[in-house]
């Protein structure tokens, strides 16, 4: 059953129980999506580890351990997230600019290298190497 509509004429306004009945014997409609991805980084943080998700704006969830933050990201995706996406999970590494400065504090016997000049840690890597 095809109904037009045409808004400008008010004798085509139908009653709610005429839209009910053809919402009741409409036939059912599948919708074919593409594959869709979400993907999921986990980076280590200062006393535990951190989600985000580039396709998800102000997507980031907090968990003490990797479990737990990946339990914690399944948790929430499974509230509002389409069963037909794909969730791809990556850890990422820090990048070097972030990794020197600690592989130094940690191999400098816990000396603070905040002062050194960013030369002088460069060297001090090359030197420990």
Same mark, same amino acid.
């Given at each position: 059953?095809?109904?037009? =509509?045409?808004?400008?004429?008010? *004798?085509?306004?139908?009653? &709610?129980?005429? %839209?009910? *009945?053809? !919402?009741?014997? %409409?036939?059912?409609? +599948?919708?074919? =999506?593409? $594959? =869709?991805?979400l993907r999921v980084e986990y980076r280590r943080r200062p006393g535990g580890w951190r989600a985000?998700? /580039?396709?998800?704006?102000? !997507?980031?969830?907090?968990g003490i351990s990797l479990a737990d933050t990946k339990r914690r990201v399944r948790e929430d995706?499974?509230? &509002?997230?389409?069963?037909?996406? +794909?969730?791809?999970? =990556?850890?990422? $590494? /820090?990048?070097? #600019?972030? %990794?020197? /400065?600690?592989?130094?504090?940690? +191999?400098?016997?816990?000396?603070?290298?905040?002062? %050194? /000049?960013?030369?002088?840690?460069?060297? *001090?890597? #090359? *030197?420990?190497?």
């Amino acid at each position: 059953m095809t109904i037009e =509509r045409d808004d400008r004429d008010e *004798a085509d306004d139908l009653s &709610w129980d005429d %839209a009910v *009945a053809m !919402f009741d014997n %409409a036939a059912p409609v +599948e919708v074919d =999506r593409g $594959s =869709r991805t979400l993907r999921v980084e986990y980076r280590r943080r200062p006393g535990g580890w951190r989600a985000t998700s /580039p396709d998800v704006p102000d !997507f980031d969830i907090l968990g003490i351990s990797l479990a737990d933050t990946k339990r914690r990201v399944r948790e929430d995706l499974a509230s &509002w997230l389409d069963t037909g996406v +794909e969730v791809v999970e =990556r850890q990422v $590494s /820090p990048s070097k #600019a972030v %990794a020197v /400065p600690l592989l130094l504090l940690i +191999e400098g016997d816990g000396e603070s290298l905040n002062d %050194a /000049p960013m030369s002088m840690a460069s060297t *001090a890597v #090359a *030197a420990t190497a």
